[in-house]
């Protein structure tokens, strides 16, 4: 079965600092999509970043970055610059290349401080 | 560009009854995709509907059908509740291999 594992249940930075939030991932297939949701309170999964299992570049999305590392299925993401409005449950997912199906991680909580 | 949009927000029911659940894709989506967010955990796939046609099927029991209508707008039936089937249900549409659209999910309470 494919996992998706988050080890991280919480997180806290300070407001403008970098946090690096931690994702692996267990699968035997060679194409597939990762990605990186957050849950603000209102519920509603925003996409964050998405990144194609065969491109070797990095995503990066303004603030936020992702460090690939497809030989040992991790897949981590780094928020720069935190701001408050980054306070929030992000969660780490993976889709097969031909489905947009998610297996979900089970969230990490981050926490900015002022 | 009106989002993925779910009613009702909040739902309460009693166990062994039925609920019917909302969805409205955004403007221009045609696939619709169900997951169950419990409580602390991350969502889990129940199914996706595709040309009112169920196209994928998680881990979940028959007592969860779908049915999807030809605006392709979505409902998701849960028959026989149980306390256990107490969480979030988010709906989620997509085009084409897009990236999923999220609604703010229905809150449903079994008592």
Redesign the interface.
């Known amino acids: 079965a494919q996992t ?1 594992t988050q080890s991280q249940p919480e997180m806290s930075v300070q407001e403008a600092e970098t946090v690096t939030l931690s994702c692996t991932y267990d699968t035997s297939e060679s194409d597939y999509y990762l ?1 990186w ?1 957050k849950q603000p309170p ?6 964050v970043i ?1 990144q194609e299992a065969y491109k070797q570049q990095n995503a990066t999305e303004n603030r936020f970055s992702v460090n690939f590392q497809k030989a040992a299925k991790s897949f981590s993401l780094k928020i720069s610059d935190s701001q408050l409005g980054d306070a929030a449950m992000y ?1 780490c ?1 993976k889709a097969n290349y031909n ?9 990490t909580r981050l926490q900015v401080f002022p | 560009d009106a989002g993925v949009t779910q009613s009702p927000t909040h739902l309460i029911k009693t166990r062994g009854q039925q609920v019917t659940l909302r969805c409205s894709p955004k403007s221009g989506h045609d ?1 619709v ?1 169900w ?1 169950q967010q419990a409580l ?6 129940i199914f ?1 509907y595709y040309e009112e046609e169920e196209r ?1 099927r ?1 881990n979940f029991p028959d007592r969860f059908s779908g049915h999807q209508f030809p605006n392709y707008s979505s409902e998701l039936n849960v028959n026989a509740l149980l306390l256990g089937d107490s969480a ?1 249900y ?1 709906c ?1 549409s ?1 085009l084409a ?1 897009s ?7 229905t ?1 449903l309470t079994v008592t």
């Open positions: 998706v990605f949701y209102s519920r509603q999964m925003i996409l998405r969660f997912a489905t947009d199906k998610l297996i979900f991680g089970t969230g | 696939t995709s997951y602390g955990q991350g969502p889990q796939f996706q994928q998680g979030l988010l989620a997509s291999g990236p999923l659209h999220f609604g703010n999910g809150r």
